[in-house]
């Protein structure tokens, strides 16, 4: 069964910071691994999708890889601003081996930029 | 294109009423599916569609929830019966085909008192 872990639990930097998000998952076997954004009583903003076959995706700050041999990703957010906080969530598409493609979620990496 | 739309945001319903929600994805994508999230927790799996065939369960949806998916549009939610436990925010997501970029809606609150 996918477990998928998110460390750590919270976070708390000041601003200007560079940071690193971390999500760790026991089944490699996945299609993808998508990070979203939730910001508190929202839902799930997209930030960046990674396929199986990819190592890493940037999008403005924000940079992502991929170890599916190890079973894990990194979100890396550069130059953190205030508007950055928020709850950060790793998903992985899974179960390969028996063809269903729902995403398992990690509980999140609260995340508090300080001005 | 507006995104994933959910109706209602919020619904507050006395325990033991039926409360049906509704989930209208980004058009023309053939998979749905319904999480559910409580506080400080990551959304779980309830159920997905691809078209209108409903293809998996959780076993966290009991026998008091079903999902349709009628002519693969739009998606509603029924819980029965509700009990404080169901107090949550369920979530909405649609893709284009399988193991593409999962969109999100922004939720429906429930609360049950």
């Known amino acids: 069964k996918q477990e998928v872990t998110q460390i750590p639990a919270a976070l708390s930097v000041p601003e200007g910071e560079n940071l690193v998000l971390n999500c760790s998952f026991t089944?490699?076997?996945?299609?993808?691994l998508q990070w979203f954004r939730q910001d508190p009583g929202k839902g799930l903003t997209s930030l960046l999708l990674i396929q199986s076959s990819q190592r890493e995706q940037t999008s403005g700050r924000l940079n992502a890889s991929l170890d599916k041999s190890s079973g894990r990703s990194t979100l890396y957010i550069a130059a953190s601003q205030p508007g950055d906080s928020a709850t950060y969530l790793c998903?992985?598409?899974?179960?390969?081996?028996?063809?269903?493609?729902?995403?398992?979620f990690g509980t999140g990496t609260r995340l508090k930029v300080l001005a | 294109d507006t995104g994933v739309s959910q109706n209602p945001r919020h619904k507050i319903t006395k325990r033991g009423q039926n409360v049906t929600f509704r989930c209208d994805p980004i058009s023309e994508h053939n998979r749905l599916y319904w999480y559910r999230q409580t506080l400080g927790q990551g959304p779980e799996f309830l159920t997905y569609?691809?078209?209108?065939?409903?293809?998996?369960k959780s076993r966290l949806l009991s026998d008091r929830f079903s999902a349709e998916r009628p002519k693969g549009s739009f998606s509603t939610l029924e819980i029965q019966r509700t009990e404080q436990g169901d107090s949550a925010m369920y979530l909405c997501a649609s893709s284009l085909y399988s193991a593409t970029e999962a969109f999100f809606g922004q939720g429906t609150r429930l609360t049950v008192v």
């Open positions: 998903a992985v598409s899974s179960d390969k081996s028996s063809g269903t493609y729902k995403y398992i």
């Open positions: 089944d490699s076997a996945i299609y993808n």
């Open positions: 569609f691809q078209n209108e065939a409903q293809l998996e």
